[in-house]
């Protein structure tokens, strides 16, 4: 199967949305798993709204993602003089035909089908125009398009790998236009030249293109084309099965990115938005390339949930290695202001120990620095209903600052030795061991939960310790509770 060759052509207007990635990922995964070629093409011909910022953005996020590609990239920009000859032959061969309709006349056209409760399908009344008016529309500069010749009667059948055979009744495809006024392609041709000048084999792409189809396969007959096979995913839906957009939160890579997510947390959870693997559900991206194939791609929509993305992320985070974690943690650290870059030294080691401190309790990077923060500086406030269960206590302060004189003596300092001494603390006041942590625990991170207290301890050190006991002491003494 050497001779598989797809595709990914997204259009730069936009940040690489989670559906395009999915898109992309298809094809990356199909190729790979039959030994074909994944080839990246831009389909930039839209002037107005294509920038070079997110062409530069696509290819970062690809990279980001491990999606490399075998061929390209390929600019349609790039490629005019292809679909010239090519619309050249299709006028020559009388298969397509010039139109001079005017803007004004078209929208007259569209709202009297607007009217009539119809959808808008052009005439043809520039089909069979007479030579004279022709020339007399040419003589005047009338701008001009081209528009593909297309049969009125019968049907068009697009055999899909998923759907089987869709049907479209050709009375509702009109002429449509192939080149613009300006001499830029549409995107249904272009995609058609293109697709047969890379001998891209498999379609792999959006439901939301199947109505794009009949049109392409015609275009592609007109122009003696071999059809490639047309494999349309199913759509991506927000929870409450509306169209995903962004009133549903994030939905592009780079958002994700930004937000700490690792890229095989998103890739395995867009691998599974219409594709099933089996009944795992944690899949990497070599298991995925061995088990893909398009039968087990889903013919129903599929449900964006972020909340399941989240979780997945918080498994990588905790199965990555604690080197690499804390790599990609490093630049929230410092966007957080709790470390300067570059880390070397005894400021990596310390990191390091605070990520395994405290990633087993968090899902992203970004949560990963905030949880992380009071190992760098010390609390400026406390949880108010931590204040209220724990501070508010009659001895509270007192307690805090025995606390801190035994662990000012200590020696060694360290999590055995600062167990043994709470312990040994609570039984000489007679009083639970959780009387002494709960309060130690906010006085040193200014929070309820966390890691274990005295791993907290030992990665403040004694000093910091001991001071932020004495300090939650003079504030609750402050209070006057």
Same mark, same amino acid.
């Given at each position: 199967?050497?001779?598989?060759?797809?595709?990914?052509?997204?259009?730069?207007?936009?940040?690489?949305?989670?559906?395009?990635?999915?898109?992309?990922?298809?094809?990356?995964?199909?190729?790979?798993?039959?030994?074909?070629?994944?080839?990246?093409?831009?389909?930039?011909?839209?002037?107005?709204?294509?920038?070079?910022?997110?062409?530069?953005?696509?290819?970062?996020?690809?990279?980001?993602?491990?999606?490399?590609?075998?061929?390209?990239?390929?600019?349609?920009?790039?490629?005019?003089?292809?679909?010239?000859?090519?619309?050249?032959?299709?006028?020559?061969?009388?298969?397509?035909?010039?139109?001079?309709?005017?803007?004004?006349?078209?929208?007259?056209?569209?709202?009297?089908?607007?009217?009539?409760?119809?959808?808008?399908? +052009?005439?043809?009344?520039?089909?069979?125009? %007479?030579? !004279? *008016? &022709?020339?007399?529309?040419? =003589? @005047?500069?009338?701008?001009?398009?081209?528009?593909?010749?297309?049969?009125?009667?019968?049907?068009?059948?697009?055999?899909?790998?998923?759907?089987?055979?869709?049907?479209?009744?050709?009375?509702?495809?009109?002429?449509?236009?192939?080149?613009?006024?300006?001499?830029?392609?549409?995107?249904?041709?272009?995609?058609?030249?293109?697709?047969?000048?890379?001998?891209?084999?498999?379609?792999?792409?959006?439901?939301?293109?199947?109505?794009?189809?009949?049109?392409?396969?015609?275009?592609?007959?007109?122009?003696?084309?071999?059809?490639?096979?047309?494999?349309?995913?199913?759509?991506?839906?927000?929870?409450?099965?509306?169209?995903?957009?962004?009133?549903?939160?994030?939905?592009?890579?780079?958002?994700?990115?930004?937000?700490?997510?690792?890229?095989?947390?998103?890739?395995? +959870?867009?691998?599974?938005?219409?594709?099933? %693997?089996? !009944? *795992? &559900?944690?899949?990497?991206? =070599? @298991?995925?390339?061995?088990?893909?194939?398009?039968?087990?791609?889903?013919?129903?929509?599929?449900?964006?949930?972020?909340?399941?993305?989240?979780?997945?992320?918080?498994?990588?985070?905790?199965?990555?290695?604690?080197?690499?974690?804390?790599?990609?943690?490093?630049?929230?650290?410092?966007?957080?202001?709790?470390?300067?870059?570059?880390?070397?030294?005894?400021?990596?080691?310390?990191?390091?120990?605070?990520?395994?401190?405290?990633?087993?309790?968090?899902?992203?990077?970004?949560?990963?620095?905030?949880?992380?923060?009071?190992?760098?500086?010390?609390?400026?406030?406390?949880?108010?209903?931590?204040?209220?269960?724990?501070?508010?206590?009659?001895?509270?302060?007192?307690?805090?600052?025995?606390?801190?004189?035994?662990?000012?003596?200590?020696?060694?300092?360290?999590?055995?030795?600062?167990?043994?001494?709470?312990?040994?603390?609570? *039984? &000489?006041?007679?009083?639970? =061991?959780?009387?002494?942590?709960?309060?130690?625990?906010?006085?040193?991170?200014?929070?309820?939960?966390?890691?274990?207290?005295?791993?907290?301890?030992?990665?403040?050190?004694?000093?910091?310790?001991?001071?932020?006991?004495?300090?939650?002491?003079?504030?609750?003494?402050?209070?006057?509770?």
């Amino acid at each position: 199967m050497s001779d598989i060759r797809v595709r990914f052509a997204p259009s730069p207007t936009g940040e690489l949305h989670v559906g395009s990635a999915r898109t992309a990922l298809f094809n990356f995964l199909f190729a790979r798993a039959c030994g074909g070629k994944f080839i990246l093409r831009v389909d930039d011909t839209d002037q107005e709204r294509s920038r070079p910022e997110y062409v530069d953005a696509l290819f970062n996020s690809l990279h980001w993602l491990g999606l490399e590609w075998d061929e390209g990239p390929y600019y349609q920009s790039q490629r005019l003089p292809e679909y010239g000859r090519e619309a050249a032959r299709l006028l020559a061969e009388k298969k397509a035909y010039h139109c001079y309709c005017t803007p004004d006349e078209l929208a007259a056209g569209r709202a009297e089908a607007r009217k009539a409760g119809k959808p808008y399908l +052009y005439p043809g009344r520039c089909r069979t125009l %007479p030579p !004279e *008016e &022709e020339r007399a529309f040419q =003589a @005047e500069g009338r701008p001009q398009v081209v528009r593909l010749l297309t049969p009125d009667q019968g049907e068009t059948v697009v055999v899909d790998e998923i759907r089987g055979e869709v049907r479209f009744d050709n009375s509702t495809l009109d002429d449509f236009i192939i080149v613009k006024s300006n001499g830029l392609p549409t995107y249904n041709f272009a995609s058609v030249v293109d697709d047969e000048q890379m001998r891209i084999s498999h379609v792999i792409r959006a439901e939301e293109h199947l109505s794009n189809t009949p049109r392409q396969q015609l275009c592609a007959l007109l122009l003696g084309y071999r059809l490639p096979r047309y494999v349309h995913v199913p759509m991506i839906l927000a929870p409450d099965r509306s169209k995903l957009s962004k009133r549903h939160g994030a939905t592009a890579v780079e958002e994700f990115r930004v937000q700490g997510y690792l890229p095989e947390a998103i890739l395995n +959870y867009i691998a599974l938005l219409g594709w099933s %693997p089996g !009944e *795992e &559900e944690i899949i990497d991206l =070599a @298991e995925m390339i061995r088990t893909f194939s398009l039968d087990r791609i889903n013919k129903t929509a599929a449900v964006y949930d972020v909340a399941k993305l989240t979780w997945m992320n918080g498994h990588y985070l905790r199965e990555a290695s604690l080197e690499r974690i804390a790599g990609l943690a490093a630049p929230f650290f410092e966007a957080a202001g709790l470390l300067r870059a570059p880390l070397a030294g005894a400021d990596l080691s310390y990191l390091e120990r605070v990520v395994e401190a405290v990633r087993d309790r968090v899902k992203t990077l970004a949560e990963l620095a905030e949880a992380s923060a009071y190992f760098y500086r010390a609390p400026e406030s406390y949880d108010e209903k931590g204040e209220q269960k724990h501070f508010q206590k009659e001895g509270a302060a007192g307690l805090l600052r025995l606390a801190a004189e035994r662990l000012r003596g200590l020696n060694p300092f360290s999590l055995e030795s600062a167990e043994s001494a709470y312990r040994a603390l609570s *039984e &000489e006041l007679g009083i639970p =061991a959780a009387r002494l942590i709960h309060p130690t625990r906010l006085a040193l991170s200014g929070r309820t939960m966390g890691p274990g207290l005295f791993e907290i301890m030992v990665l403040l050190g004694r000093e910091k310790t001991v001071r932020r006991l004495e300090e939650a002491a003079r504030y609750i003494e402050g209070k006057g509770w």
